[in-house]
């Protein structure tokens, strides 16, 4: 437990100290040097899910640090995870799909839009478009979708369909350069630009893992040994507009004895995402541990950063807080989504 005392007092900010009175395998001082107050102490032993803001390079930026306990261990976790499918379906993720090896336009036919994003889509535009997509993506959209058809909404699906499949197996191949460009605001915005900054930023980590970050960058090459990809989309609801997104995973198993029992690494990037955000980085380490009573349990750490558009100028004093409060409320509750899916009994999954 002093190695995931370790862990947590290395991931988030220091701050004042809060007190005497904190107990379990956080440990007092680890306590202080996460800033985490008695209460969140309380909470997070008793198996509830714990979240801090992180500081950011830039306002269009957003990244959070949340904490929750699992009683299971790490290799359970990892079973779960491995069926997207059933891991991540819930309230707060109406459609989702994985793609097979090779990705087929198959695994996409359960993929519709929200009826909002078939109603902009027949007027969008360059720099005037309620969807992201890059001008290209619209020029199709105006040109391969007869939107005075009653069949305009079917063509609308089918043609999104073909270009998220062709989003990814052109990723397969060439990697981040193939994210391509949004120009759905005022000024085109290139992808892979966006994520690499996001790359840039690794303050906070519990384990150093170079080997990965250097994959996620120059992917398809350079695969740490063990590690695992595959590829799912979603459409997500957490509040604002139902958002399409399509994600690559890399799971990737640290070797026994790395620093604070960490097992696994767990990289999600998101390729794409029709609303809101440019780009996304989750990376979720999970850290072997025992519970008060010796019984096996994974501490998991979830760093996500993301960026948007909306965020300065303005515009940005008043919908900058909104995307925070929504994000921030949405990691609480995947990790609490996470925490039922992986302890549920095998026989009810």
């Given at each position: 437990?002093?190695?995931?005392?370790?862990?947590?007092?290395?991931?988030?900010?220091?701050?004042?100290?809060?007190?005497?009175?904190?107990?379990?395998?956080?440990?007092?001082?680890?306590?202080?040097?996460?800033?985490?107050?008695?209460?969140?102490?309380?909470?997070?032993?008793?198996?509830?899910?714990?979240?801090?803001?992180?500081?950011?390079?830039?306002?269009?930026?957003?990244?959070?640090?949340?904490?929750?306990?699992?009683?299971?261990?790490?290799d359970r976790f990892i079973v779960r995870f491995r069926d997207i499918v059933q891991f991540e379906r819930g309230p707060g993720v109406p459609q989702i799909g994985r793609f097979g090896n090779p990705a087929r336009l198959e695994d996409l036919e359960s993929l519709t839009l929200p009826?909002?994003d078939v109603t902009a889509l027949a007027t969008c535009r360059p720099g005037r478009c309620d969807m992201k997509l890059s001008a290209t993506a619209m020029r199709q959209f105006q040109d391969e979708v007869n939107w005075s058809s009653p069949n305009a909404v079917h063509q609308a699906?089918?043609?999104?369909?073909?270009?998220?499949?062709?989003?990814?197996?052109?990723?397969?191949?060439?990697?981040?350069?193939?994210?391509?460009?949004?120009?759905?605001?005022?000024?085109?915005?290139?992808?892979?630009?966006?994520?690499?900054?996001?790359?840039?930023?690794?303050?906070?980590?519990?384990?150093?893992?170079?080997?990965?970050?250097?994959?996620?960058?120059?992917?398809?090459?350079?695969?740490?040994?063990?590690?695992?990809?595959?590829?799912?989309?979603?459409?997500?609801?957490?509040?604002?507009?139902?958002?399409?997104?399509?994600?690559?995973?890399?799971?990737?198993?640290?070797?026994?004895?790395?620093?604070?029992?960490?097992?696994?690494?767990?990289?999600?990037?998101?390729?794409?995402?029709?609303?809101?955000?440019?780009?996304?980085?989750?990376?979720?380490?999970?850290?072997?541990?025992?519970?008060?009573?010796?019984?096996?349990?994974?501490?998991?750490?979830?760093?996500?950063?993301?960026?948007?558009?909306?965020?300065?100028?303005?515009?940005?004093?008043?919908?900058?807080?909104?995307?925070?409060?929504?994000?921030?409320?949405?990691?609480?509750?995947?990790?609490?989504?996470?925490?039922?899916?992986?302890?549920?009994?095998?026989?009810?999954?």
């Amino acid at each position: 437990m002093r190695r995931i005392a370790a862990l947590v007092a290395a991931l988030l900010i220091a701050a004042p100290p809060v007190g005497a009175g904190h107990s379990g395998p956080i440990g007092e001082f680890a306590a202080w040097k996460a800033g985490l107050s008695a209460s969140d102490s309380r909470a997070l032993e008793a198996g509830a899910a714990v979240i801090r803001d992180l500081d950011t390079p830039v306002r269009e930026e957003l990244a959070y640090v949340g904490m929750v306990y699992v009683d299971a261990p790490s290799d359970r976790f990892i079973v779960r995870f491995r069926d997207i499918v059933q891991f991540e379906r819930g309230p707060g993720v109406p459609q989702i799909g994985r793609f097979g090896n090779p990705a087929r336009l198959e695994d996409l036919e359960s993929l519709t839009l929200p009826a909002a994003d078939v109603t902009a889509l027949a007027t969008c535009r360059p720099g005037r478009c309620d969807m992201k997509l890059s001008a290209t993506a619209m020029r199709q959209f105006q040109d391969e979708v007869n939107w005075s058809s009653p069949n305009a909404v079917h063509q609308a699906n089918a043609l999104i369909r073909e270009m998220i499949l062709d989003l990814v197996r052109r990723y397969q191949v060439d990697g981040n350069a193939a994210l391509g460009r949004y120009d759905d605001g005022d000024d085109p915005l290139l992808v892979a630009e966006q994520f690499r900054a996001i790359l840039a930023s690794r303050d906070h980590l519990p384990v150093a893992v170079p080997a990965l970050f250097a994959y996620l960058d120059d992917y398809p090459r350079g695969r740490p040994a063990g590690a695992h990809d595959f590829f799912y989309w979603t459409v997500v609801d957490f509040g604002l507009k139902r958002t399409v997104r399509v994600n690559h995973v890399t799971i990737y198993p640290l070797a026994p004895g790395t620093p604070a029992s960490t097992a696994y690494v767990i990289a999600i990037e998101q390729l794409y995402a029709s609303h809101y955000f440019h780009t996304t980085l989750e990376l979720r380490f999970l850290a072997d541990d025992d519970g008060p009573s010796g019984e096996p349990r994974t501490l998991l750490v979830s760093i996500t950063r993301s960026r948007s558009d909306g965020m300065t100028g303005f515009k940005g004093l008043f919908l900058r807080p909104a995307i925070s409060r929504r994000s921030r409320e949405a990691v609480r509750g995947y990790l609490e989504h996470v925490k039922q899916q992986v302890e549920r009994p095998a026989e009810t999954q």
